[in-house]
């Protein structure tokens, strides 16, 4: 079977590879694709990932049997939705489900309707009427456009003046474009972050292994945030015990009110957690695998994630039993320097002859050059992923294959995983 993927980053590329364990499997079409996606499918650049139209006349004229729709923006425009129409079977919720990601308010609001744990808020479309809100309140504050903003949409101010210019820069300014139209203004929560992505059908629900990003561009957290840096897996915060919290109070009160709300989410749906003194409380919700989230869960993954994918699609994943390995896997993704500022592409990259067992690569923002070089394309380029018995000789691994690939400008977190150790060690 051909099976085609939309998208053409790191996330894309382990899905990819994931998929291509299936013996079934013959030709996977990447729509882009990119440079090193090229070496495990066949990359199409001329239809980006939101040319929905030419997505769906691809499908069609090459006989596509399962798709899988992996970023963002495609599901928001309802990518899915359009290939069901065109009979071609696919992972990925719908455009009415996808705004658990795209509206923030619909995200809020469909939280506070069905009583699920998140942090206090007020949604303002007048940038007055916000001022006069913020001017009476505790600091620090969470600002964030209603939009999709590339996970760059949220401002933590500190003081009223701070909140000004948040308020001035996103519903203004628009620094994030259109998506700042509304702004939800939340309550600083506090605790560690464990981002979940399960498997659902709309009503069956299978969490993969848990997993920590690191999203500021510095070590330490600090610098700006960025898509995510490097990623963890499982996460050590995230015990049984929590995650049977997760499951009763967040997971399945979620699916049931998106049956509620006429929108059943059938996909990959990603829960990004933070673990308060209060409880388990739901950060964001993503309508998606995350990137590089999926880089250090998928790799653990046992069971065949095709068949996965079409028991989702045909509503029957509670007759799935899912394995995971029982190790741990770290990504360490390679930056191009100034990223996520700015940064030059077009730098030639340097590999090793071979990778030792365990380490697999990831490529995000590379491209093929006429002479076949591949060269730098991106922010993130690449996202080296070792998977291994325990974190710490994960991220050994990981840091010991990073540190053999060169380009002008390579720059990468130091400190991934760094903080999971030091809480495992209690
Ligand atoms: P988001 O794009 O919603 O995931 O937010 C990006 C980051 O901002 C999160 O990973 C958190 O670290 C932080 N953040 C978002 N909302 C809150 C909140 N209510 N309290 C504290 N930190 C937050
Ligand atoms: N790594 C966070 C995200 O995919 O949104």
Not at 196 to 213: C, E, W, Y
Not at 230 to 258: E, H, K, R, S, W
Not at 312 to 337: F, K, M, N, Q, T
């Amino acid at each position: 079977m051909d099976l085609m993927v939309v998208g053409g980053g790191g996330r894309e590329h382990a899905i990819i590879k994931k998929l291509k364990e299936n013996p079934e499997v013959e030709t996977i079409y990447a729509l882009p694709g990119n440079g090193g996606i090229a070496a495990d499918a066949v990359c199409v650049p001329e239809i980006g990932a939101t040319d929905i139209g030419a997505i769906v006349d691809f499908a069609k004229s090459h006989a596509v049997g399962f798709a899988v729709v992996a970023p963002d923006d495609p599901l928001a425009m309802g990518c899915v939705d359009r290939l069901h129409e065109a009979g071609i079977p696919c992972f990925g919720p719908s455009a009415a489900a996808a705004r658990i990601e795209s509206s923030k308010v619909f995200a809020k609001d469909l939280m506070r309707r069905h009583g699920i744990p998140t942090a206090r808020y007020e949604v303002f479309d007048d940038p007055a009427k916000a001022l006069a809100y913020l001017r009476d309140a505790s600091f620090p504050i969470v600002v964030k456009a209603d939009g999709l903003a590339l996970g760059k949409g949220v401002l933590i101010p500190q003081d009223f003046q701070e909140a000004e210019e948040a308020v001035k820069s996103i519903m203004e300014d628009r620094v994030f474009g259109a998506s700042g139209k509304k702004i939800v203004v939340e309550e600083f929560l506090t605790g560690p972050e464990v981002s979940v992505l399960a498997f659902t059908d709309g009503t069956a629900i299978r969490p993969m292994v848990s997993s920590m990003d690191h999203k500021r561009a510095g070590d330490g957290d600090t610098g700006p945030n960025t898509g995510g840096m490097g990623t963890i897996a499982p996460n050590p915060c995230y015990t049984p015990a929590i995650a049977q919290v997760c499951m009763d109070t967040i997971f399945l009160p979620t699916l049931a009110a998106m049956r509620a709300e006429g929108c059943p989410f059938k996909g990959c749906l990603y829960f990004g957690l933070m673990l308060t003194p209060d409880g388990p409380k739901v950060i964001e919700y993503n309508c998606r695998f995350g990137d590089p989230e999926t880089q250090v869960v998928l790799p653990l993954l046992e069971t065949d994630l095709l068949t996965i994918m079409r028991a989702v699609e045909d509503e029957r994943l509670d007759e799935l039993d899912i394995r995971w390995s029982s190790g741990a896997a770290a990504c360490v993704i390679l930056a191009s320097g100034g990223y996520p500022l700015h940064y030059e592409k077009g730098k030639p990259i340097s590999f090793p002859a071979a990778l030792p067992e365990g380490v697999t690569l990831y490529h995000a923002g590379d491209a093929l050059t006429a002479d076949g070089t591949l060269v730098t394309s991106g922010g993130r380029v690449l996202g080296v992923t070792a998977t291994a018995a325990d974190l710490a000789s994960a991220l050994t691994a990981a840091y010991a294959a990073a540190d053999t690939i060169h380009f002008d400008g390579a720059s990468m977190r130091r400190d991934i995983g760094r903080r999971a150790l030091a809480l495992m060690e209690g």
